[in-house]
C-alpha cells in the first residue's frame, strides 16, 4: 500500500522561509524512480493546485507564483522529496501535499499547513 506523509509545515512570517518534507513508502519504491514527484497545495474552499515537480532527470518545473522562491528536490534513495520555500507571502497560506506528476488520486496523503501571517 501506497503512502505519502507530508511534513514541516509551521507558522511563518511574511518574507521567512519553510522546507517541506514528504516520505514516500509502500508500494510507491518502483514507481518512486520512475515517476515525476510534485508539490500541490490547497487553500480552504480551494482547488488543489501544482506547485512544483521534479523528474528522475533532475529536470525541475514550478508554477509561476513560486518561481525563484521555491526549490523542489528529490532524494531516490530515500524516497523522499522537499519543498525549501522562501520568501514566503500571505498567498502561501495553504495545505502542502505530495504525488506523482501527475498525480495518483489514491495517493493523496493528509498534507501539511503552512501558515503566512504576521
Known amino acids: 500500500q501506497v503512502q505519502l506523509v507530508e511534513s514541516g509545515g509551521d507558522i511563518v512570517q511574511p518574507g521567512g522561509s519553510l522546507t517541506l518534507s514528504c516520505a514516500a513508502s509502500?508500494?510507491?519504491?518502483?514507481?518512486?524512480?520512475?515517476?515525476?514527484m510534485a508539490w500541490y497545495r490547497q487553500t480552504p474552499g480551494g482547488q488543489r493546485h501544482f506547485v512544483a515537480d521534479?523528474?528522475?532527470?533532475?529536470?525541475?518545473n514550478y508554477a509561476e507564483s513560486v518561481k525563484g522562491r521555491f526549490t523542489i528536490s528529490r532524494d531516490n534513495d530515500k524516497r523522499m522529496v522537499y519543498l525549501d520555500m522562501t520568501n514566503l507571502k500571505d498567498e502561501d497560506t495553504a495545505t502542502y501535499y505530495c504525488?506523482?506528476?501527475?498525480?495518483?488520486?489514491?495517493?493523496w496523503g493528509r498534507g501539511t499547513q503552512v501558515n503566512v501571517s504576521s
Open positions: 504525488n506523482t506528476e501527475p498525480f495518483t488520486p489514491a495517493w
Open positions: 521534479v523528474r528522475t532527470s533532475g529536470e525541475r
Open positions: 509502500g508500494g510507491i519504491a518502483k514507481i518512486f524512480e520512475i515517476y515525476p
